[in-house]
């Protein structure tokens, strides 16, 4: 079983930064893939970025090149660094585990034990 636990949310001015921190507890095997994902009012889920234990990391295009994922060495904790904010980055932001080795392109479905998020909200 695995526990994860999202804070560092917050309400920002576009263009600036913010980080996200997500604590797992658990057996770790069942995390060996840990990503970030987002939900906007009346939009679907959808995967920002991933990390995997072979150590790959994935973006979604409207986030590359401003966000960047990492973890610690032990992945208890997941960070998602958050640069150059837009309004359009305005969603609660959940963080999400499983124990195959995903990307950020498998999106919601791979992802078996999620957080209980985070709101993140850019004015413009």
């Known amino acids: 079983q695995v526990q994860l636990v999202e804070s560092g949310g917050g309400s920002v001015q576009a263009g600036d930064s913010l980080r996200l921190t997500c604590a797992a507890s658990?057996?770790?095997?069942?995390?060996?893939?840990m990503g970030w994902f987002r939900q906007a009012p009346g939009k679907e889920r959808e995967g920002i970025a991933a990390?995997?234990?072979?150590?790959?990391?994935s973006y979604a295009d409207s986030v590359k090149g401003r966000f960047t994922i990492s973890t610690d060495n032990a992945k208890t904790t997941l960070y998602l660094e958050m640069n150059r904010l837009k309004p359009e980055d305005t969603a609660m932001y959940y963080c999400?585990?499983?124990?195959?080795?995903?990307?950020?392109?498998?999106?919601?479905?791979?992802?078996?034990?999620w957080g209980q998020g985070t709101q993140v909200t850019v004015s413009s």
């Open positions: 999400a585990a499983d124990r195959a080795l995903w990307g950020v392109a498998a999106g919601v479905p791979a992802f078996d034990t």
């Open positions: 658990g057996n770790s095997y069942m995390r060996r893939s």
């Open positions: 990390v995997n234990n072979g150590g790959s990391t």
